[in-house]
């Protein structure tokens, strides 16, 4: 039977907007939606923005899941102008709270109630973000709270490839980022910092969009008691995600470090890459030159000052 999600909310419980973004993953976003029916927070609206999808995912959707809201694109507007869409959305259409959720993950029916709960708790939070796990491991953490160091060049998940026990990362803390897989953020901060910036081609836009938030005087929280399921990388992997995430790590870096940071971060960003290249190495030779190649372009695209072609 199909669940009819109310569509407004009260002081006890502000109406929630969930944006999934979808481009040809029509069987992760179907599962997806799947789990968010199981959802026991309410009043719920989801919408799918989907990016020019071929897959069928569209008509699946509207099919499968008739009280999703779907945005069909013309073209892949990518991810952070396709949230940005939805966000305006969101904000038009009087949400209190809005969800960024990656189309790949699954989560748990009591993760949105407990998220709403750390945002009432903080009268400073603007965002929050659940304990995040990798779905072919259910108990391995992917995500416990993001850290960035200026001096090293580092953009990182706390916790990440570890296995979960009841000592670890189980308070709910202020970090310094989270992750765009998964980020509820209150209006009120929505309003301040406007939406993510579309200059960034692929990830750090998470990133900077929390900094924005803690510069505009709020606090992103990572709330561990709510819990999801991430298919990592199932859209983007390989070759194509490191060179996009260095690209987008340096455009972070490019807007946030100042000139004393620099020689460390090239350092630091030179005794990761190589680190990264001897890790693979021993896994999976191929997959380390393939790395290898995708670094050096990237290091010179950046040297040059190459665009990104969209």
Request: charged share 20%; net charge positive.
């Given at each position: 039977m199909?669940?009819?999600f ?28 799947a ?11 989801i919408l799918?923005i ?19 809201e779907v ?6 507007e990518r991810f ?9 959305m969101?904000?038009q ?6 969800l960024?959720?990656?189309n790949?993950t ?8 407990q ?6 708790a903080?009268?400073d939070?603007?965002?929050v973000?659940?304990?995040?796990y990798?779905?072919r491991?259910?108990?391995l953490i ?5 850290k960035?160091?200026?001096?090293t060049?580092?953009v ?6 570890q ?5 670890r990362?189980?308070?709910t ?9 998964a ?19 692929m990830y ?5 969009w929390?900094w ?13 008691t ?5 298919k ?6 390989g070759?194509?995600?490191i060179y996009?995430?260095?690209r987008?790590?340096?455009?972070f ?6 000139w ?6 090239v350092?630091?960003?030179a005794?990761?890459a ?7 190495f ?11 190649a995708?670094?050096?372009?990237v ?5 040059l ?6």
């Amino acid at each position: 039977m199909n669940q009819a999600f109310p569509k407004t909310g009260n002081h006890a419980n502000p109406l929630v907007w969930i944006l999934l973004v979808n481009w040809n993953g029509k069987n992760d976003t179907l599962a997806c939606l799947a789990s968010l029916r199981k959802v026991t927070y309410h009043p719920l609206h989801i919408l799918v923005i989907d990016n020019a999808s071929t897959d069928g995912s569209v008509d699946a959707i509207r099919v499968q899941f008739p009280e999703v809201e779907v945005l069909a694109n013309a073209r892949n507007e990518r991810f952070a102008r396709a949230n940005n869409q939805g966000l305006q959305m969101a904000l038009q259409a009087g949400a209190e709270f809005v969800l960024l959720l990656n189309n790949d993950t699954e989560v748990a029916p009591d993760f949105i109630a407990q998220l709403v709960q750390a945002m009432h708790a903080r009268q400073d939070a603007g965002m929050v973000a659940p304990k995040i796990y990798y779905h072919r491991d259910p108990q391995l953490i992917w995500f416990a709270g993001g850290k960035v160091n200026l001096w090293t060049g580092r953009v990182w998940h706390r916790g990440l490839r570890q296995f979960d026990s009841p000592e670890r990362f189980t308070l709910t803390e202020a970090v310094d980022y989270l992750t765009g897989c998964a980020i509820l953020i209150k209006r009120a901060c929505l309003e301040k910092i406007g939406g993510l910036d579309e200059n960034y081609f692929m990830y750090a836009e998470d990133a900077d969009w929390c900094w924005r938030a803690q510069r505009a005087g709020f606090v992103c929280l990572y709330q561990p008691t709510a819990k999801i399921w991430h298919k990592v990388s199932a859209s983007a992997g390989g070759s194509f995600k490191i060179y996009h995430k260095v690209r987008g790590n340096f455009l972070f870096f490019k807007r946030y470090a100042k000139w004393y940071h620099w020689p460390t971060i090239v350092l630091g960003v030179a005794i990761g890459a190589i680190g990264e290249i001897v890790r693979q190495f021993w896994q999976n030779p191929a997959q380390a030159m393939r790395t290898g190649a995708a670094l050096l372009r990237v290091f010179r695209d950046i040297l040059l000052r190459r665009k990104v072609v969209t």
